[in-house]
């Protein structure tokens, strides 16, 4: 048996092909790139999703004691909505669609390994985000008063999150056995690198999901008192939504960040070890997931328990920290030993970093107990920095491999102008929660509630934001098709850059390579330039 399949993905559309079957071709097709642009395509109508949501949450707690937008079991229902597409129908496919898409080309790999598996992924995860979706809508999910749709909601959470660790297999098996001859694991490109390190520790941690997901199917199903039925669906799966687990979904965001700055500096990373030990240092966020704890520090109580709290907490939180600045510090040091140039992918990629570093430093603060933010908005923000973060950093990386993807390269000064209202956004919708949550606004809650200060400005502040990221995914999108339309065509290298996938045609052929070359560096074809002057 062969993990990849060299003819998926071959055109088979005749001249006379209608849109029916174009749009089965697309259903059925096993070419790694048209299967990350499906779960790339869907991610960003979930992106439009939450912002929405965000908006009108906003809007609710301007005035949580009288504004009735949302009332009783809705505004719980939609909460659980919210923070479950965040992390699962935006964060994580969004970042699996990108690795699906690249990863092959990178490695130098034909086609993805198990391309049927990877397809499965992808209409697995679809359809459990449509049935939870249903779920919600119909009076299911945490909270919902009707039991069937609350099964319901629980079978689409297992299925979305088969569907998700079946496209990690796909990756992880790509990276681990279909490299390019001569390509050791030393040598794999910081984004192929990141993308093995993030499907590793999902395949290792989303399973705990899914067993959370059938024990509380089980107790939802029959007496529906050890796990709390309902009510307790937040209590026992809400870990999946929230740090530290939703660090492992951001490492390939990073992963980008380093692949993109020393092609923008127009040098080998100066730091490349470096980079991979940060990239790597993160996966210890898995430790939290997989024991379904945030560790929060407590210097209460005697020293053996004090010691242990601070050993959890730091392994939880401080390593995966120390690994996002370690990563960012490193990539960045690229420009200073360079001589960048202007790039709108790059601008993408490191403004969503640096939000990221937001969040993840965010977390950090909100698990030290003494700082007494837990249960509040803190974490909201915390979420919506990582997320949104996230977004961005993946619209760079959209913008860096467009060539490839779709046959065009961007237009950089519009893009550069959404980059800049994509920083505003993410601040605006996480920055005023932070400050929320030390005034004690409830996590989870948009209705009847109190504090000191001013609670109209914090969430008007949070809303705009929230519009704001509509707007640029909006934006973002119209120029890609406009793009696409006018046939902007792009050369095989436009960014004069580093990896295999720039030394094929624009865009990449269904079987990506016609021969392989023997690799001998992290730089392959930058090997390949001896007229140009590179930095050792």
Same mark, same amino acid.
């Given at each position: 048996m062969t993990t990849i399949d060299t003819h998926v993905g071959a055109a088979t559309k005749s001249p006379g092909s209608s849109v029916v079957a174009s749009i089965g071709q697309w259903v059925t097709s096993s070419d790694h790139k048209k299967i990350g642009r499906l779960f790339i395509g869907f991610s960003l109508i979930h992106a439009i999703e939450v912002a929405?949501? +965000?908006? =009108?949450? +906003?809007?609710?707690?301007?005035?949580?004691?009288?504004? !009735?937008i949302f009332s009783g079991d809705a505004a719980i229902q939609l909460s659980s909505l919210y923070r479950h597409v965040l992390v699962l129908g935006l964060l994580a496919p969004l970042f699996i669609g990108i690795a699906i898409a690249v990863v092959p080309m990178q490695v130098g790999s034909k086609a993805i390994a198990f391309p049927r598996l990877a397809q499965y992924g992808f209409w697995a995860w679809l359809f459990g985000s449509v049935l939870v979706l249903v779920s919600e809508i119909a009076n299911g999910g945490p909270g919902g008063g009707n039991s069937n749709m609350v099964d319901l909601f629980l079978l689409g959470v297992g299925l979305l999150t088969v569907g998700l660790l079946a496209a990690s297999v796909s990756i992880a098996t790509t990276i681990l056995? @279909?490299?390019?001859? +001569?390509?050791?694991?030393?040598?794999?490109?910081?984004? @192929?690198?990141?993308? =093995?390190?993030?499907? #590793?520790?999902?395949?290792?941690?989303?399973?705990?999901?899914? +067993? %959370?997901? #059938?024990?509380?199917?089980?107790d939802h199903t029959h007496a529906a008192i050890a796990f709390g039925g309902v009510n307790g669906i937040n209590t026992w799966l809400g870990w999946a939504y929230s740090a530290p687990q939703t660090f492992i979904f951001v490492?390939?965001?990073?992963?980008?960040?380093?692949? $993109?700055?020393?092609?923008?500096?127009? $040098?080998? !990373?100066? !730091?490349?070890?470096?980079?991979?030990?940060?990239?790597?240092?993160?996966?210890?966020? $898995?430790?939290?997931?997989?024991? !379904?704890? %945030?560790?929060?520090?407590?210097? @209460?109580? %005697?020293? @053996?328990?004090?010691?242990?709290?601070?050993?959890l907490f730091l392994l939880t939180n401080g390593l995966p920290l120390l690994g996002v600045l370690v990563t960012i510090a490193a990539s960045l040091l690229s420009l200073k030993e360079g001589k960048p140039k202007v790039s709108a992918a790059f601008a993408f990629a490191s403004l969503g970093s640096i939000m990221i570093l937001a969040g993840v430093a965010g977390s950090f603060l909100a698990n030290i107990d003494k700082a007494n933010v837990q249960d509040t908005s803190f974490a909201e923000g915390v979420t919506l920095y990582l997320v949104y973060g996230g977004l961005l950093v993946a619209l760079g990386a959209l913008t860096h491999w467009a060539p490839k993807l779709w046959g065009v390269v961007l237009d950089d000064v519009k893009l550069l102008g959404l980059a800049g209202l994509g920083l505003i956004g993410t601040v605006l919708a996480s920055l005023p929660l932070y400050i929320a949550g030390f005034a004690k606004q409830p996590i989870d809650v948009v209705n009847g509630f109190h504090y000191g200060g001013p609670v109209a400005l914090w969430n008007l502040l949070t809303a705009l934001g929230s519009a704001a990221i509509i707007l640029v995914v909006l934006a973002y999108v119209g120029l890609l098709i406009s793009a696409v339309r006018a046939g902007a065509g792009a050369t095989d290298d436009p960014w004069d850059a580093h990896t295999l996938e720039w030394s094929i045609p624009s865009p990449a052929p269904a079987n990506n390579f016609a021969s392989l070359a023997t690799v001998y560096s992290s730089e392959p074809l930058l090997d390949a330039k001896p007229s140009q002057e590179v930095s050792a």
């Open positions: 929405v949501i +965000g908006v =009108l949450f +906003g809007l609710e707690r301007m005035s949580p004691s009288s504004m !009735q056995t @279909s490299r390019a001859p +001569g390509m050791s694991l030393d040598l794999l490109p910081a984004f @192929s690198w990141s993308a =093995l390190v993030a499907s #590793i520790t999902t395949l290792l941690s989303l399973p705990v999901a899914i +067993g %959370s997901v #059938i024990y509380l199917y089980v490492v390939m965001a990073l992963g980008v960040l380093a692949e $993109i700055a020393p092609v923008v500096a127009r $040098i080998r !990373q100066p !730091q490349r070890p470096v980079v991979l030990i940060g990239l790597g240092l993160m996966s210890a966020a $898995i430790i939290g997931a997989v024991t !379904q704890s %945030s560790h929060t520090l407590n210097l @209460s109580g %005697s020293n @053996s328990d004090k010691l242990t709290s601070t050993l």
